[in-house]
């Protein structure tokens, strides 16, 4: 006579929720996978790395990294005093 489990481990460890979760994650990784190599396929770009002969994008030079920068480092200071004083306190 075969002894049966009396919990099923698989179904206890990964419900359909959580499978279905990860099986979402892969698709979106593979799917931006698929658009970065049709991007630097399309872009004339090394297809290992991503760099063109067109040299660097303006937005990563140094003044603008900090301009841009600036403004996310205030926007990362404000949003948080937006929020009530009780969230996060089990309240």
Do not use: K
Not at 33 to 46: K, M, N
């Amino acid at each position: 006579m075969p002894t049966r489990l009396a919990t099923p481990y698989f179904g206890a460890a990964l419900p359909w929720p959580v499978l279905n979760l990860i099986l979402c994650l892969a698709g979106g990784v593979l799917w931006a996978g698929a658009a970065l190599a049709f991007q630097r396929r399309t872009g004339d770009s090394c297809g290992a790395c991503g760099r063109s002969e067109h040299g660097t994008a303006t937005w990563t030079t140094p003044a603008s990294a900090a301009r841009w920068g600036r403004w996310a480092a205030y926007a990362a200071f404000v949003i948080p005093l937006s929020t009530p004083r009780s969230a996060g306190r089990g309240h």
